[in-house]
């Protein structure tokens, strides 16, 4: 029998937050990690269990549609989903990176609380990469490096000699012992341990949770004109452009035309007001900003003056001639009267 925990953790799920990471070429985890183990008594998952029990990769699993609210897990524990479960929750998640850079993001475990694969929170691990780094990546498919239990960290002497460490993959846990992401599915086994290697919660298996890439916000700029686009996330386009968010992002993007072009509206939104875009990314995406040229008179104006006559406009149109225009390098720009 694994020896019990020694110290007792009040978790108020309510006041866990996480503030999102969104990234380039990354891909949101979903479903559970299963670390806990079963007492021979009673051979039945009851809330005795030893170790972590279920760790949830993402508050997804719970809130579906990603408004805060609960809608999926029976929170109270009666067995149904119903009015008693749906309550407010707030955002977390992992995100694991196409290429050797740093998993990032946070876990989260009804009986022990927040799992952290980010680097700062994984800084003094047990053992190093190669470089003398402490962090968690995916290497060719490999899910390598460190986690942290960081209720079990921050308890500190009251902990019962306990450091909350979660090693992954062969460099930490030796031959045949990884953690393989493969078409978008993970596979393999975890292990909680103290720094010197004594055992703390054991074996964590990775196998029900899944990593699928986040969807893909296009923004395809259409017109004659030119502008810009900034929104949600970092997003920055001056042409167009292409964003990964975690599905369920609601996004608003804001146009801006540049001199001498107008904004003239969006298409592809849920929602437009004025120069605002709002989307939310559930899957890929495309919204489309237009710029046009804003028109001016051609030279075939009279000198210092349009009062009177007709003239071009260089669009395909006409000004009014009774308005009056200035003149600039070889065409005639129309003012407010």
Same mark, same amino acid.
């Given at each position: 029998?694994?020896?019990?925990?020694?110290?007792?953790?009040?978790?108020?799920?309510?006041?866990?937050?996480?503030?999102?990471?969104?990234?380039?070429?990354?891909?949101?985890?979903?479903?559970?990690?299963?670390?806990?183990?079963?007492?021979?008594?009673?051979?039945?998952?009851?809330?005795?269990?030893?170790?972590?029990?279920?760790?949830?990769? @993402?508050?997804?699993?719970?809130?579906?549609?990603?408004?805060?609210?609960?809608?999926?897990?029976?929170?109270?524990?009666?067995?149904?989903?119903?009015?008693?479960?749906?309550?407010?929750?707030?955002?977390?998640?992992?995100?694991?990176?196409?290429?050797?850079?740093?998993?990032?993001?946070?876990?989260?475990?009804?009986?022990?609380?927040?799992?952290?694969?980010?680097?700062?929170?994984?800084?003094?691990?047990?053992?190093?990469?190669?470089?003398?780094?402490?962090?968690?990546?995916?290497?060719?498919?490999?899910?390598?490096?460190?986690?942290?239990?960081?209720?079990?960290?921050?308890?500190?002497?009251?902990?019962?000699?306990?450091?909350?460490?979660?090693?992954?993959?062969?460099?930490?846990?030796?031959?045949?012992?990884?953690?393989?992401?493969?078409?978008?599915?993970?596979?393999?086994?975890?292990?909680?341990?103290?720094?010197?290697?004594?055992?703390?919660?054991?074996?964590?298996?990775?196998?029900?949770?899944?990593?699928?890439?986040?969807?893909?916000?296009?923004?395809?700029?259409?017109?004659?004109?030119?502008?810009?686009?900034?929104?949600?996330?970092?997003? @920055?386009?001056?042409?167009?452009?292409?964003?990964?968010?975690?599905?369920?992002?609601?996004? #608003?993007?804001?146009?801006?035309?540049?001199?001498?072009?107008?904004?003239?509206?969006?298409?592809?939104?849920?929602?437009?007001?004025?120069?605002?875009?709002?989307? #939310?990314?559930?899957?890929?995406?495309?919204?489309?900003?237009?710029?046009?040229?804003?028109?001016?008179?051609?030279?075939?104006?009279?000198?210092?003056?349009?009062?009177?006559?007709?003239?071009?406009?260089?669009?395909?149109?006409?000004?009014?001639?009774?308005?009056?225009?200035?003149?600039?390098?070889?065409?005639?720009?129309?003012?407010?009267?």
């Amino acid at each position: 029998m694994k020896k019990k925990i020694l110290f007792t953790l009040v978790l108020f799920f309510a006041a866990f937050a996480v503030v999102s990471v969104v990234r380039t070429n990354a891909a949101s985890v979903t479903g559970w990690l299963w670390g806990g183990s079963e007492e021979a008594a009673d051979a039945t998952i009851n809330g005795n269990e030893t170790g972590l029990g279920w760790i949830s990769m @993402s508050s997804k699993n719970c809130d579906t549609d990603s408004n805060g609210v609960n809608d999926a897990c029976d929170l109270s524990g009666d067995g149904l989903v119903n009015a008693t479960d749906f309550t407010a929750m707030v955002s977390y998640g992992v995100d694991i990176p196409s290429d050797n850079s740093a998993i990032t993001g946070t876990a989260w475990s009804p009986n022990l609380g927040a799992i952290s694969f980010n680097t700062a929170d994984v800084a003094g691990c047990p053992r190093t990469f190669g470089d003398g780094s402490c962090y968690a990546r995916n290497n060719g498919g490999k899910i390598e490096g460190w986690a942290r239990i960081l209720n079990i960290r921050d308890a500190g002497a009251n902990a019962g000699g306990w450091e909350g460490w979660i090693a992954m993959g062969e460099p930490f846990n030796g031959a045949g012992r990884s953690i393989t992401l493969a078409a978008g599915n993970l596979a393999g086994y975890g292990y909680s341990a103290s720094s010197s290697g004594n055992p703390e919660l054991g074996w964590i298996d990775f196998s029900g949770a899944d990593s699928t890439p986040d969807p893909i916000l296009t923004v395809d700029f259409t017109g004659s004109g030119m502008g810009s686009v900034s929104g949600t996330g970092g997003l @920055s386009c001056v042409g167009d452009c292409t964003k990964s968010y975690s599905g369920g992002t609601v996004v #608003t993007a804001t146009a801006t035309a540049n001199g001498g072009s107008n904004f003239i509206g969006w298409t592809g939104c849920d929602s437009v007001s004025g120069a605002d875009c709002t989307a #939310t990314i559930g899957a890929d995406r495309t919204i489309l900003p237009q710029f046009d040229i804003a028109c001016l008179p051609s030279s075939s104006c009279a000198a210092d003056t349009c009062e009177g006559q007709t003239c071009a406009d260089g669009c395909g149109g006409t000004v009014d001639g009774t308005k009056s225009c200035t003149s600039g390098t070889g065409n005639w720009r129309e003012v407010a009267p």
